[in-house]
């Protein structure tokens, strides 16, 4: 089955994709391109799932360089050893022939890319991490390779969207308590609850950052099974796991 990839004109010319769950190896909860080795889902099928992804970016599957995500704040440029995995959640590069990679299923994920500069970046930016400051995280280390905030493009793939994304009173109070301005990223829910606009909030962020172009693909993740995972669809259908969506960019 043909891989589903999101693109977007203003990553171009970067070889780049946000990739659905269809075309994959995987079956039961996972069924498709399941891409997280840390689900429990069988590793021959994840194996085979990155290696599709790889191909279809023109690389190898040792290509694919990622993080060991972990909900922070931090970013980090690309290491000698693209298979190292270091503990962050955003990683930032200027050598070619490297493909960055982030895991989300319901979280934002972020393409970055300085064609002047011939600098990417890709980010894991749930709400933690994109309140602690993950997104300008990236375009700080990206600047430090040489590219500049405005010359920046910043595309946010498949997330969760606000009408999907409840939330209780106590999660409101956690960001007013940083920014006495983030009411504006909350709709009334029922039963005095909340609905968040994540991916709102996230291109805030970004602007508030300087970068160029922020931009969503408007594609929510929770609304449509057949084409993402979501983590908190499987929760509320108490499904035992989830599978893992992958966002490349490499130069």
């Known amino acids: 089955m043909t891989l589903d990839i999101i693109t977007h004109d203003a990553l171009a ?72 995995r270091p503990v962050a959640d955003a990683l930032v590069t200027d050598r070619p022939g490297i493909a960055l990679t982030v895991l989300t299923a319901d979280c934002q994920p972020v393409l970055f890319a300085d064609a002047r500069a011939g600098v990417i970046g890709a980010a894991h930016a749930g709400w933690k991490g994109a309140l602690g400051g993950v997104l300008e995280a990236t375009v700080a280390a990206m600047e430090g390779l040489g590219a500049r905030a405005a010359d920046t493009v910043a595309i946010i793939g498949p997330t969760i969207s606000q009408r999907a994304y409840e939330v209780g009173p106590e999660f409101l109070e956690r960001f007013m308590t940083e920014d006495e301005g983030a009411a504006r990223w909350f709709a009334n829910g029922t039963g005095g609850r909340y609905l968040f606009d994540l991916p709102g909030y996230g291109l805030h962020r970004l602007r508030r950052a300087g970068v160029g172009l922020a931009e969503w693909t408007r594609h929510c993740t929770l609304s449509d099974p057949a084409r993402f995972f979501s983590y908190r669809r499987a929760t509320l259908a108490q499904e035992a796991d989830y599978g893992r969506m992958i966002a490349a960019i490499a130069i």
Request: net charge negative.
């Open 13 to 84: 010319p970067f070889r780049h994709g946000f990739f659905g769950r269809q075309g994959g190896a995987s079956s039961g909860v996972f069924a498709g391109l399941n891409c997280g080795f840390a689900s429990s889902d069988q590793q021959e099928a994840v194996a085979i799932n990155r290696a599709r992804v790889a191909g279809a970016l023109g690389l190898e599957v040792g290509a694919l360089a990622g993080v060991h995500q972990v909900h922070s704040a931090t970013a980090v440029v690309l290491g000698d050893d693209p298979l190292a």
